[in-house]
């Protein structure tokens, strides 16, 4: 499904861009929009160098100028005014947000947004704050750095490659496809090549600290949970999808006193069921206020689940991705296909 995406993504970014927005609004009714990234930055970032193409600051700018040119920035607060109140979202709206709380939304992204006078959220794992552990695909990404540059030297790597079977000449060493359930692998390997993950976090510090957190809450931005260490969640049991979801939304509403408690899934919210929704939104006891998937501009079943937007699609910019979104939703709901039913 995520294949057939990008195929159609490569077709229609070449013609929908020449759409104006305004028109493709009028055309869908789909006048909010919520789009989000990881880490804007002008430096190369080791831990994310083999995951994903970062955007720059120039590029981040220039679709902020789009948002800002279509939408009004809103925050946090008037979508769950919204929602408490059964009302439409504010139309022609925009609310920005960040995963996995990476240092750069401090360094780089705060200061432009607080120029602009735009709001966001930044989504935290929870068993990541303050640079305790790195997710298990930045370590894959740290490791093929380390192998691209001392390559396969010793019988002790090369057996260790043969045993798991993974290649050792090709663009990532197959290092990619190590899961959350065998990510103890990485572990093993870093210790085979010499390298040290804990002195990376204390060197290079990926993730936001709670003084920085704190910082950025009382300069207007909001966080959320985006669960304790970033497992895929349609290849977890339901109740450990609970337990990352419900363990991480407190870890971080009460570390830092928020009144709100927000989640947004890691990797994707494909696959999860409605007996999930149910639990996690339960009247007598909600563990959540809101949850935010990353399926593009789609609507879903679950009223209180918003679908968001990501920007970090190849080397297109905000407008190719916004239009390419819009039109993509067009065709989808020609066959009633965007809704996400659970």
């Known amino acids: 499904m995520v294949n057939n995406k990008k195929r159609a993504f490569r077709i229609l970014s070449s013609i929908s861009g020449i759409i104006p927005v305004e028109i493709l609004k009028q055309i869908t009714r789909q006048k909010t929009i919520f789009p989000f990234y990881h880490l804007i930055s002008d430096e190369e970032v080791p831990h ?77 794992n929870s068993g990541f704050v303050d640079n305790r552990d790195l997710f298990y695909r930045y370590k894959a990404s740290l490791l093929i750095g380390r192998l691209k540059e001392t390559g396969i030297q010793t019988e002790p790597v090369r057996t260790w490659f043969r045993d798991h079977h993974l290649s050792e000449n090709t663009h990532d060493y197959g290092l990619l496809t190590i899961s959350y359930s065998n990510r103890y692998l990485l572990d093993e390997l870093a210790v085979l090549l010499d390298y040290d993950f804990g002195e990376y976090l204390r060197k290079n510090h990926p993730y936001l600290d ?12 909001t966080f959320g949970a985006h669960s304790i260490d970033h497992p895929e969640f349609r290849f977890l049991p339901e109740n450990e999808q609970i337990r990352q979801t419900s363990q991480s939304i407190l870890d971080i509403k009460e570390k830092f006193g ?61 407008k190719q991705i916004l239009a390419t979104e819009y039109a993509y939703y067009m065709i989808k709901s020609i066959f009633g296909k965007n809704l996400i039913r659970r």
């Open 48 to 124: 994310v160098k083999f995951l994903y193409r970062i955007r720059n600051t120039k590029e981040f700018i220039a679709d902020l100028d789009l948002f800002l040119k279509h939408y009004k920035p809103i925050g946090v607060a008037e979508v769950l005014d919204s929602y408490k109140a059964d009302r439409p979202l504010p139309e022609n709206s925009f609310l920005l947000s960040f995963d996995d709380g990476l240092r750069e939304f401090n360094d780089v992204v705060a200061p432009i947004l607080l120029q602009k006078g735009i709001p966001a959220t930044c989504f935290l």
């Open 258 to 318: 928020l009144y709100y408690k927000l989640f947004s899934f890691p990797f994707t919210d494909f696959g999860i069921q409605t007996s999930f929704f149910d639990r996690i939104f339960d009247p007598a006891e909600p563990f959540a206020d809101l949850t935010f998937g990353g399926a593009g501009l789609k609507r879903d079943s679950v009223r209180k689940n918003i679908q968001r937007i990501p920007f970090e699609e190849g080397s297109l910019n905000a």
């Open 210 to 221: 709670f003084a920085q957190i704190q910082t950025l809450i009382r300069q207007g931005f």
